[in-house]
């Protein structure tokens, strides 16, 4: 019915404070996650590639490992880790960041290694010869060259630790929920105006997200990420 459409759950999301608090928090959280994650597996993937250290290959192999973890099973890893001195994060913003960044951390290595497989190992062989090292190899020519596709890795990364509910729901409380909590906590008290409301700001947030990163990058990164 015409009656029943209304902007009031909208206003509702932007001036209460659990709703407000929650969206900040999505999206401060998932964006350090995503930088944490883009960082971590540009690193692992580069040492690996390029068999920088003995067994480098392990590196890699720990880095898509989080894949095959249940999230629910992956906080749980967490909550028994980190809910105990010495190290005290449960409470804390730090715990749903690094679990977000640990979750998403295989998908942005898998585009790291893919991203690095288009660059000519020469480049890289000509500055060694030159007296570079490898760091300052990596830092003044490969992710010069890479950093379209590292922009691109970390929309990816950001996109699901945004909407990311299987490890939120065990490690967060009443002062770092984040959106997915908040829908999933209306949603089983039967509150679905809310839950509607929640479910279409996230959509467009993530549909904002990808048209800026388009318009930046271009449709040829993103569907190179597609098809790693």
Known sequence: MPGNLTLHWYRWALENADARHA????LTYSAVAATIATTLAFFTAYVARRRLLPGARILGFIAVAPFVVPGIILAIGFFAAYARPPLVLYGTSWMLIIA????FL??????????????????????????STALRTFARITLPLLRRNVVAIWVVAFIPALRELSSA???????TAVITNLIFDLSDGGNFEPVSTLGVIMMTLTFGIIAVAYRLLGRTVFSQRQGA
Do not use: C, K
């Open 23 to 26: 969206i900040q928090h999505s």
């Open 100 to 103: 977000f960044a640990t979750r």
């Open 106 to 131: 295989p998908i942005a290595y898998s585009g790291s290694e893919s991203a690095l497989r288009s660059v000519d190992v020469d480049l890289e062989h000509a500055a060694r010869t030159l007296g």
């Open 169 to 175: 729901v065990f490690l967060f409380t009443p002062t």
